[in-house]
């Protein structure tokens, strides 16, 4: 590899994003059904399946997409829905209208994607054929945009129809992505996508703890706190639906084995990052989580966090993160030793909005054996065993349509 090419390896390393969706690619020529309605909302848009039998909105269940970065693909979302459980299926089998929403800007702030979930619920009451009371949620980020769309609306005293809210490993208490990983990003010496979008504003308000690429401190980001005090100013959540949750990682404190403070990725060869390493969180104080080297231009940068506890290993839904670089860098030429590809991403605790992240005694709660009115749901479920963020398996949706309002 030459000099100008190794650069342009090291250049075009950022070139993909995190998805916090059960997005589905199309698989041996899967197609996706024409949907009955098309509506254009201020910042994105929605499609509408009707039930069986239904030959309009009679038992709307609305559903919102979740973080990525730029504009919602909602056929791929929708193929995400029945890979692998017919979630669609299901709830159209059920008489349930399916109401799809997407986004112009995945990235952009909640508060600001809030609009058009609340557009889109406006149009389903007005539109609804009888009486049945509206499920409304979301996936990931989904699940916050429409509570905070929910709260707002009561707080604007404003009768949204909705009889459940329901979200699906939702980060109520924040998401977590590696330090490192996120210094990474903006390691990289020119723009691509995977900076851009850890320093979205919807990532900076979900994030637990944020890496500030301008001055390269980690904290909580003021985004991340107008988002909070904005939840807080309408009441924090609805308060007239029914509150539900799914979480994608097990409820009884055990999570993947990922040892703090080793290695969890390194590029080994001579060319592409060559001895860059990349740790999984440890607790202490000036931890090293990532030890950054590049060759164009010739940079070393050591990342380190105070007072974390270990996250990686947390009970939660997870995200292939490490892996998804990893195929990044093989495919620039990079050699890699790959050793945990997936870690959490979203805590159990967060998903049922149980316990903060601060304390490893919170952080490792079993949650199975915790009363359940700690939580600030109504009802919740973990999964049994520990499953990406926003899987759709069939325990956990099951377990949702058992509780579609009537």
């Not at 669609?88 to 609009?115: H, P």
């Not at 915790?370 to 377990?399: K, M, N, Q, R, Y």
Request: hydrophobic share 40%; glycine share 12%; aromatic share 6%.
């Amino acid at each position: 590899m030459s000099g100008q090419q190794g650069e342009s390896a090291e250049q075009a390393i950022g070139a993909f994003t995190l998805a916090g969706s059960p997005e589905a690619t199309a698989v041996g020529g899967a197609s996706v059904p024409q949907a009955d309605e098309e509506w254009e909302l201020p910042g994105g848009f929605a499609r509408v399946y009707y039930g069986s039998g239904n030959h309009g909105l009679v038992r709307p269940v609305l559903m919102a997409d979740g973080f990525n970065l730029g504009r919602s693909d909602l056929d791929a979302l929708y193929r995400g829905l029945e890979a692998d459980f017919p979630l669609m299926s299901q709830l159209k089998e059920r008489g349930r209208d399916v109401i799809l929403v997407g986004f112009e800007d995945r990235g952009a702030s909640i508060l600001d994607n809030a609009q058009t979930a609340t557009a889109a619920i406006h149009n389903a009451v007005a539109s609804r054929l009888g009486g049945t009371r509206l499920m409304v949620g979301g996936f990931s980020m989904g699940g916050l945009v429409t509570r905070y769309a929910l709260a707002r609306m009561e707080h604007q005293r404003i009768d949204h129809q909705t009889g459940v809210h329901f979200s699906y490993d939702s980060p109520h208490r924040g998401a977590v992505i590696p330090v490192g990983l996120q210094a990474f990003a903006h390691f990289i010496p020119v723009p691509n996508d995977f900076a851009k979008q850890m320093n979205s504003t919807a990532a900076r308000q979900m994030l637990w703890r944020h890496y500030d690429s301008q001055n390269g401190t980690v904290g909580v980001d003021p985004e991340r706190e107008k988002f909070l005090a904005a939840l807080r100013d309408v009441g924090g959540w609805p308060q007239i639906p029914r509150l539900i949750a799914v979480a994608n990682g097990r409820g009884d404190g055990q999570g993947l084995n990922v040892p703090p403070g080793q290695t969890a990725l390194a590029s080994t060869g001579d060319r592409v990052y060559p001895g860059t390493k990349l740790l999984t969180q440890a607790e202490g104080h000036e931890a090293v989580v990532a030890e950054l080297k590049r060759l164009f231009p010739k940079a070393e940068k050591t990342i380190r966090t105070s007072g974390f506890p270990a996250l990686d290993g947390a009970p939660g839904g997870t995200l292939g993160s490490y892996r998804i670089l990893a195929a990044a860098l093989e495919k620039a030429g990079a050699t890699v030793d790959l050793r945990h590809p997936d870690v959490c991403f979203v805590p159990t605790v967060s998903a049922v909005s149980m316990r903060n992240l601060d304390r490893p005694e919170d952080l490792y709660a079993n949650v199975d054996n915790l009363p359940p009115e700690e939580s600030e749901l109504d009802d919740f479920v973990c999964s049994s065993t520990t499953t990406g963020h926003t899987a759709i398996t069939e325990e956990l949706c099951t377990w949702l349509l058992d509780r579609l309002p009537d």
